[in-house]
């Protein structure tokens, strides 16, 4: 990918990471590096049934074990926080099982030990007496079946303004039930040449983040210190504050580099409990996970989406109706978020005149599920795509000319009543059938394997409503350094941030300081997720550099001197201070204009910026073994201005091989009992450079965010939009079977071949 600004210094030019030299040479900091004096470590004791009446927890062999420190129960924690429920959409997680446990693997109790070997045997002799209740696993039945009850009662949290008009709930599985109405989809189905009724299925995906979850907390004189590998240091500090009922500045968070997070690390997971923990013992405490246990804390929401579309007679969607069950396991996390901010664009980026869509958050029996690169998006892009290509066969129509017939245009406005804008789906979907050739036929082999391809297009609505805050300072010498809480976890964001403020500043980006989230220093940012950061971050710093200005200049005026940028600054703090010495603070928040939809869904405001991803595959396929393989994956994304060309082509890269994941490999298997089947990387794959196609492609089109800084916008997450619906239709293109379940298998393809076949031959 190439590009290159010609209106800037610093915007647009590829920059080096900021930190990559330290990551070379094993020097970068992460929170795993640390430890403390007087540390001790502790182990969980994880329930081994879906739901269950704790009876009875016996502690005394594990007490008992030379070097263990104690053993912790719920009944301890209470103790100390006296209600220990959390999370950021219902106060719904208790830290340790308060009396009923609802999935496997939930914590159950804690050993703390000197020493980690030591808390991890002594935490298998700790015995749990359980009464088995009935579980519930499938989303669709949960929601309509209310004789399995995960929760008696909601408890609605109140965080986030977007979600306080969550209720308390009792008898219902259901934690969020979001509708969109527009239009009269009835009529539309009434009138239609046809009409076309599909169901898709995707399944619970891990994050897998190499560096897994740590925490280690240390109570103190004025608080408590927290540790964290974390994407939101604001958002802990606010919680763990609420939860021991003090004033929030006698809590310190902390983050470093993260070791990748993809929503894994958003919100409250180890914090609570390693602060309950620390408390407890009044010693330091590290919580560390395994890569296993990480399958028990957090994944991706299982989906089962229902879409049916009306079509006229020149194939226009004149009517659709969706219906998305998600499956959110056993606590809600964010998952009531996702559920409305992913639901509202299940009908897709198409210009539909009559839109129904019922988009439901469901508790099950199984491990949380939470946000994931893509914030649910992938889901529904999978189905109304896959439905798209669908359509497009049973009409005779080709599936780009299908897709460029119906597409929602800038300026027209989408079903829940927002005007599109600054939104480059047609040059995003036709940049992607440029780089696919797709004009020109391919040549779909012989014999046993086949050729096919397909293509996709997904959009992104950015999360609001958020708020961001940033510093950033110059010192007596002029230098100048960046404070703020957004976490670089790998995204490249302190070197983004950095060239935002050096453009305002007129200085070299490599020569500001970027310093780590740290809540006693750094301002509030909501959190690192869903590609917020270089836009809403973006404004705050560029706002944040443009106040250092304004700071400087008054300063010059002050002195009666002229003022000519930031060079000038070492000279006239010298003047003001008789020396080196003294600071200039800038200050910049950014919060985006939002208006709640209202309760058919409709809102004229509901997102600052959409983010637009396409994908074009082209695979072949075993016809006897149904074994596949992609021969070529092109990426195409509306990023708006591209800050750091060379991040950007990093970041459509990962995400587009992160999707291939959850396309044909990742699969957490669940038996019928609710136990997890492949919680290790043996068991459970994860793309390796095999699997990356040997033609592979990246491009960002030309297209400005005119609210974003420098004209840029969010790209973490575009890249995995169009993946899945893609390979589905390069398969179907090729050998004639559709898979409408990810994730898709030789098994699901073979097997389909064959039904065909005895379908074609019956005997």
Known sequence: MTFTSTQHEQVGHSVNRLESRAKVTGAADYTHNLSLPRMLHAKVVRSAHAHARILGI???????????????????????????????????????????????????????????????????????????????????????????????????????????????????????????????????????????????????????????????????ERG???????????????????????????????????????????????EALAAALTLIAKRPVRVALTMEEQFYTITKHATTFRIRSAVNAQGRITGRHCEVYWNGGAYADIGPRVTQKSGFTAGGPYDIDHLHIDSYQVYTNLPPAGAFRGFGITQVVWGYESQADLIARAIGMDPLEFRRLNLLENGRPHGAGTIMKDAALRQVLDTVARRMDWDTPIERGTGTVRKGRGLGLGFKALVAPTTSVATVTAAGDGSCTLLMSTVDMGQ???????????????????????????????????????????????????????????QARALADSLGLPFNGMPDVPTLLKKKFSMQAGTLVGTGSFVPSYTSPDANGQSPDITPNWMIGGTGVEVEVDTETGHFKILRMENVVDCGTPLNPKVVETQISGAAIMQLGMVHLEKMDFDADGQLRNASFSEYKIPGILDIPEHFGCEAVDAQQSTGPFGAKGLGESGCFGVASAVAEAIHDAVGVRITTLPITPEDIHKALARRQSEESPT
Do not use: C
């Open 492 to 550: 490249g964001s302190d070197t983004a941030m950095a060239i935002v403020a050096a453009e305002v500043l007129g200085i070299r980006a490599q020569d500001i300081r970027v310093v780590h989230p740290d809540t006693d220093a750094t301002p509030y940012d909501m959190a690192t997720l869903g590609s917020r950061s270089t836009f809403s971050m973006g404004n705050a710093v560029k706002a944040a550099a443009a106040d250092l200005l304004v």
């Open 224 to 270: 408590i210190t927290i540790h964290t590998a974390s994407q939101s240091p604001s958002f802990v500090r606010l919680e763990i504050a609420r939860l021991l009922g003090w004033p929030e500045n006698r809590v310190q968070v902390k983050t470093r580099l993260l070791g990748g997070g993809f929503g894994a690390k958003l919100y409250i997971k180890l």
């Open 58 to 220: 016996d502690t005394q062999r594990a007490a008992a074990m030379p070097g263990v420190f104690k053993v912790v129960t719920a009944r301890d924690v209470m103790q100390v926080i006296p209600d220990p429920h959390y999370g950021p959409a219902f106060h719904d997680q208790p830290i340790l099982a308060i009396e009923k446990a609802r999935h496997i693997g939930e914590p159950l109790a804690v050993v703390l030990a000197e020493d980690v070997h030591v808390a991890e045997a002594a935490a298998g002799l700790v015995e749990v007496e359980y009464e088995v209740l009935p579980a519930v696993f499938d989303e669709v039945q949960a929601a309509h079946d209310t004789g399995i009850l995960v929760h008696d009662e909601l408890r609605p949290a109140g965080t986030f303004p977007d979600l306080k008009h969550l209720a308390g709930r009792k008898g219902t599985n259901v934690a969020l039930d979001y509708r969109l109405r527009h239009g009269d989809v009835e009529k539309a189905f009434a009138e239609a040449a046809q009409v076309f009724d599909h169901t898709f299925r995707t399944q619970q995906v891990m994050h897998t983040p190499m560096e897994p979850m740590i925490s280690i907390a240390e109570f103190n």
